[in-house]
């Protein structure tokens, strides 16, 4: 299966600023898939991200608040923007690659 | 809405033991039933997936059960270890690649020395 290299793994924000979490994945892959999961909680898709085309979110995300990108086949990049308390979660890229779903580490953010 | 429903949502078992968590789906375009184990701080490992063509996949301890018909599988764990205590995920997708995966509420198994 593919290997994904999330970062930061973790990190402290100020309300109001704005964090890019990156994923890099060994392979080449169609789709890169972000989620949310809220403290104790399942696994919330974000959005859908295809390369060379604007990323497709699900109901109750935004472009502005959860801006994606998708520059090649093995990176994608997601950002929280004006960042809230409301915004503590930790954040997963995932890829399917050879018949398998793989996700990052995880990056942990918290909003103070 | 939720897509999969899995239970219970935690589960405490002795050493040796056998574990056993249970999901139900609607959606019947679904075609792949992985299990998801995570640690905390980790995010979740694949740890066996099924298609509807069988009716069990066994791997090692793990065996996922699937009665297509219910639109039900569970995931057992036998010889229940210490090790084995992490919070999982059922989920289910249709047409790997193409979409996402959509995820049970979890269950937190602590299997006790």
Redesign the interface.
Known sequence: SAVISQKPSRDICQRGTSLTIQCQVDSQVTMMFWYRQQPGQSLTLIATANQGSEATYESGFVIDKFPISRPNLTFSTLTVSNMSPEDSSIYLCSVDANYGYTFGSGTRLTVV | QQQVKQSPQSLIVQKGGISIINCAYENTAFDYF?W?QQFP??????LI?IRPDVSEKKEGRFTISFNKSAKQFSLHIMDSQPGDSATY?C?A?GQ???N??F????TRLTVIP
């Open positions: 992985p998801y701080g980790k995010g979740p490992a694949l997936a995920f989920a997708s790997t690649g193409a996402n995966l995820f049970g509420t979890g």
